[in-house]
């Protein structure tokens, strides 16, 4: 059972524009929820997270958007610019469980000119 | 700061070899540490995670193990490798604290292939 779901496993936006990445979890329990950027041949890179307390963090052009009636979480990156693109993943924990990060299977995003 | 370090960055074995792949942290004392693997196609998944030296939970029943003989050394081990250990081997870690919230860290993985 996939409890954290990247239903879109590509995007192409061009440089400048808003990169939307959609997350979906089906575990109410989750109360911590991450995004990861990952190059090829290189581990993924923490970039933003989000505890359940909270329905929107920013950091710099990276917003993280929880809607928890929906199960439902959104990474926006205003502009986007071509070295985002890469693999994103969004990652989720429970509170009892905060070793046990829950991996999505990623959405490749490329940036064009 | 802190670095992590995982070696080799690509191996290759032939079915029912041993396998030891190996993870240090450096910068920071008495992290948790993890292995995960990453088959082709699919995200993460959790194999072991460690909380201290000597402490090792599995997540996933297969032919690996893994062992923490260091505080800042995680080791992920086989005696016999099989095919559908083929895969991308990542080993992360995090600041300790028993229901924290802080993100993982993570090395530049092992791509391991068997033959």
């Known amino acids: 059972d996939q409890q954290v779901k990247q239903n879109s496993p590509s995007l192409s936006v061009q440089e400048g524009r808003i990169s939307i990445l959609n997350c979906d979890y089906t575990?109410?329990?989750?109360?911590?929820f991450l995004w990861y950027k990952k190059y090829p041949a290189e581990g993924p890179t923490f970039l933003i997270s989000?505890?359940?307390?909270?329905d929107k963090n920013e950091d710099g052009r990276f917003t993280v958007f929880l809607n928890k009636s929906a199960k439902h979480l959104s990474l926006h990156i205003v502009p986007s610019q071509p070295g985002d693109s890469a693999v994103y993943f969004c990652?989720?924990?429970?509170?009892?469980?905060?070793?046990?990060?829950?991996f999505g299977t990623g959405t490749r995003l490329q940036v064009f000119p | 700061s802190q670095t992590i370090h995982q070696w080799p960055a690509t191996l290759v074995q032939p079915v029912g070899s041993p396998l030891s792949l190996e993870c240090t942290v450096e910068?920071?004392?008495?992290?948790?540490l993890y292995w995960y693997r990453q088959a082709a196609g699919r995200g993460l998944q959790l194999l072991f995670y460690?909380?201290?030296?000597?402490?090792i939970s599995s997540e996933v029943p297969q032919n690996l193990s893994a062992s923490r003989p260091q505080d800042r050394q995680f080791i992920l081990s086989s005696k016999k490798l099989l095919l559908s250990d083929s895969g991308f081997y990542l080993c992360?870690?995090?600041?300790?604290?028993?229901?924290?919230?802080?993100?993982?860290?993570f090395g530049d993985g092992t791509r391991l292939s068997i033959l």
């Open positions: 990652a989720a924990s429970d509170f009892w469980n905060t070793d046990k990060l829950i």
């Open positions: 992360a870690w995090r600041v300790r604290g028993e229901y924290s919230n802080q993100p993982q860290h």
């Open positions: 460690s909380v201290g030296i000597g402490q």
């Open positions: 989000i505890s359940s307390i909270k």
């Open positions: 575990n109410s329990m989750f109360d911590y």
């Open positions: 910068g920071t004392s008495n992290p948790n």
